[in-house]
């Protein structure tokens, strides 16, 4: 057998599963972010993930076809194949937007101009030997209170650790994805590597119709991203609702991708070369493919045949994990926006849905609504009986179930 060639061997399906979700996920992120600011370093690490992933799905599929021993086991672990593919998909997607820099098949300066909407500011950092960052661990840094940026992901000699925990140590040559606001990012870039963060210019679009494409594409990205969270919510929590969240996204990503079609053919006669369109058509459809694999995570809570053990397990073994917590009456968070309550920089995490309960009324209605408020913002506020689902740190997620306990 070849170096390359991949055998069966015995691994842990929910440790495969883990992995790859929370490998798909930094995907998505290193790609739109080496896409945007032009950076082929990121795009480098996006190709070397999309193989690791590669391998990660065949030891999956592997493992849960060694599992199959008759048509009631094949019936259970068809959402796990459906989970394995979306994460596929997703990886298969971001190899083909990191392209985009490393072909230098490049984007318009409009999509430069959207930097601030798009995306948060990510960057690539070594941590050279006399940085003041080095031999500390992320939680005695205090970076995301006093900067508001994050380590994703560090890149060692032994494979990648995601989601760093306030126990993980910085050492010298560790490769560190950091994600923040620029402000807070120019800083610890020049902490980490010595040299000053040069930020990207941002030039205002000249064409309305090359805006509009524009605009779609970072609506497309945003909703991509929030239907993800939301599939493996619904996975998580075995929960129909949060599912059919998912397939309304899915439709609202498809609608602007149609949009997209129409403002680009618009703008391609007012460019002075429409093969420069070339970028944002590849990323538009990778996108759209990314909100397919969304709801090809959902696929089985959507269809009735609910959530596999094995899946469940694997979006809590995750190192992003993902959590479902109710606001009591006398919380400190029932009857405060996320906003007064400074959620995300109190605990780290992000809300990516709300279930408003029977407890308090439509913040903006004045009126009861038992709806899902997807993607909510610091100006939604809450009451005792919502539901939150919420993505980020185990400690965060700890952080946040006390801000929603009683009193």
Do not use: C
């Amino acid at each position: 057998m070849a170096a390359d060639d991949v055998g069966y061997e015995p691994v842990g399906v929910v440790e495969v599963l883990a992995e790859m979700k929370d490998t798909s996920e930094l995907l998505i992120d290193l790609s739109y972010s080496a896409v945007l600011f032009g950076n082929e370093e990121l795009a480098e690490e996006v190709l070397e993930l999309e193989e690791r992933m590669d391998l990660l799905q065949l030891r999956a599929r592997m493992s849960l076809l060694m599992a199959a021993r008759n048509p009631s086991d094949a019936e259970g672990l068809a959402p796990v194949l459906g989970v394995v593919g979306a994460a596929e998909k997703i990886s298969d997607a971001a190899g083909d937007i990191a392209k985009i820099v490393l072909e230098d098949i490049g984007l318009p300066d409009a999509m430069r101009a959207t930097l601030p909407e798009a995306v948060e500011t990510l960057v690539r950092a070594t941590i050279v030997p006399d940085s003041p960052l080095a031999g500390r661990t992320l939680g005695d840094m205090n970076l995301e209170t006093e900067t508001g940026v994050r380590a994703i992901a560090i890149r060692r000699p032994d494979g990648w650790l995601f989601n760093p925990g306030p126990e993980t140590t910085l050492t010298v040559d560790d490769v560190v994805l950091f994600r923040g606001p620029e402000a807070g990012i120019t800083e610890v870039y020049a902490d980490a590597t010595g040299d000053a963060y040069a930020s990207p210019t941002a030039p205002e679009p000249a064409i309305d119709d090359l805006e509009r494409a524009v605009d779609s594409i970072v609506h497309m990205k945003n909703m991509s991203e929030l239907a993800v969270d939301l599939a493996y919510g619904a996975v998580l929590f075995d929960a129909a609702d949060v599912a059919e969240e998912v397939l309304n996204l899915e439709a609202e990503v498809d609608a602007l991708q149609s949009r997209f079609e129409a403002w680009t053919l618009r703008a391609a006669g007012r460019v002075e070369d429409p093969v420069s369109l070339r970028g944002l058509v590849r990323l538009a459809n990778a996108t759209e493919v990314i909100s397919d694999a969304a709801l090809e995570i959902s696929e089985g809570v959507l269809r009735g045949l609910g959530t596999h053990p094995v899946v469940a397990e694997a979006v809590r073994e995750s190192d992003e994990v993902i959590v479902r917590t109710t606001v009591a009456a006398d919380a400190m968070l029932a009857d405060t926006t996320l906003g007064d309550a400074m959620v995300k920089t109190e605990t780290g995490m992000r809300v990516i849905a709300v279930r408003r309960g029977q407890d308090g009324p439509d913040a903006d209605t004045g009126t009861h609504d038992s709806g899902w408020v997807v993607s909510p913002g610091p100006e939604t506020r809450l009451h005792g009986g919502d539901v939150l689902i919420a993505k980020g740190t185990r400690d965060g997620a700890d952080r946040l179930a006390a801000l929603a306990a009683a009193g």
